[in-house]
């Protein structure tokens, strides 16, 4: 059976074109198997222009971030620009300022290798001292303590053992159960983990007020606060440092408390997105850069 199907706007009107035409009745005809009429596809029909900024290294294929991409797209906005982070390092000051002057929001995905990170690291910079939102996921969020340390609390040489395994100030250091393996195929903290999610946050407010989530990971590195607690704190506790919002027996996620939103999350809230039900993370990730721009549109009115 060959099913004709014309030029669409975007790949979610197919199956409510062809739910429109009977697919479904003649697939269970042939099938032998009896389908319902019932049929709930709920995705966004418009959407806004908001300005948001994907800032990674991998740009060669459309498909490579898909998964964010669809994510903010599904939240009824148009779909990010992709930011080379490698072109930002060597940017001054100013060149760096215009540029990122642009956006109102930005997301830092996850990824692996020295390659770009320190290009990532000067937007995490500008986003936290312009208090525009940010959403870092995985190396994301690891590289958003790594900044924290260097600018805030003066330690210039902190980073990821991953990209400098003789750091002295290893702020993001391999997990203690990857130490003794060699071979890193399969080997990494994957699927589903439950976290504690700490009341006070951002984050528990994001997730409705629950105490436990199961989320996604893909990772072998973890943010190392047992060696510096100096850099985080618990909700509601007092000074100009990371709070920690969820924890498993690793630190799952990060907040600023004097932001609208800076938030990293060690998981990938991205695979759990789905049509008519978007992650809430980015949910409100999104209505903070939209309240951002709308504020930004008054400032330059008044």
Same mark, same amino acid.
Request: proline fraction near 5%.
């Given at each position: 059976?060959?099913w ?13 074109y ?36 994907l ?7 459309d498909?490579?971030y ?7 797209f599904?939240c ?11 072109k ?8 760096l ?8 929001g ?25 208090k ?21 609390f ?5 980073n990821?053992?991953? @990209? ?5 100030h290893?702020?993001?250091?391999l ?7 060699m071979?890193?195929?399969g ?11 700490l009341?006070?946050?951002k984050?528990?407010e994001?997730y ?13 590195y ?25 924890r ?12 609208? @939103?800076?938030?990293g999350?060690?998981?990938h ?9 978007p ?9 903070s ?13 008044s």
């Open positions: 059976m060959v004709n199907l014309p030029d669409m706007k975007n790949i979610y009107e197919i199956p409510e062809l739910h429109s035409k009977g697919f479904h009745r003649i697939v269970g005809e042939r099938l032998g198997v009896k389908v319902s009429d019932d049929f709930s596809w709920d995705y966004p029909k418009k959407f806004r222009n908001l300005r948001i900024a800032v990674g290294k991998y740009l060669g294929n498909d490579t898909k998964s964010i991409v669809e994510s903010i599904l009824g906005v148009k779909k990010p620009v992709l930011l080379d982070s490698e930002m390092v060597n940017l001054s000051s100013d060149e300022g215009e540029l990122l002057d642009d956006y109102d930005f997301i830092i995905p996850g990824g692996f290798g020295e390659r770009g990170v320190e290009g990532k690291m000067r937007v995490i910079e500008y986003a936290r001292i312009n525009k939102p940010l959403l870092g996921i995985c190396l994301g969020m690891q590289l958003m303590v790594i900044e924290f340390a260097r600018n805030v003066n330690l210039p040489q902190a990821s053992t991953e @990209f400098d395994p003789d750091t002295p290893p702020v993001v250091d997990m203690e159960d990857q130490k003794r393996i071979r890193l195929g080997t990494m903290r994957l699927g589903a983990q439950e976290m504690v999610l009341e006070g946050t984050l528990h994001i409705g007020g629950i105490k436990t989530v199961k989320e996604r990971h893909r990772h072998r973890e943010i190392n606060d047992g060696k510096f607690p100096h850099l985080f704190k618990l909700p509601k506790e007092g000074g100009y440092r990371l709070t920690i919002s969820a498993s027996q690793f630190v799952e996620a990060i907040e600023l408390d004097d932001h609208p @939103f800076f938030i999350v060690q998981f809230p991205e695979f759990k997105t789905k049509v008519g039900n992650h809430p993370i980015f949910v409100h990730f999104v209505k850069v939209g309240e951002y721009s709308m504020r930004r549109k008054m400032e330059v009115r």
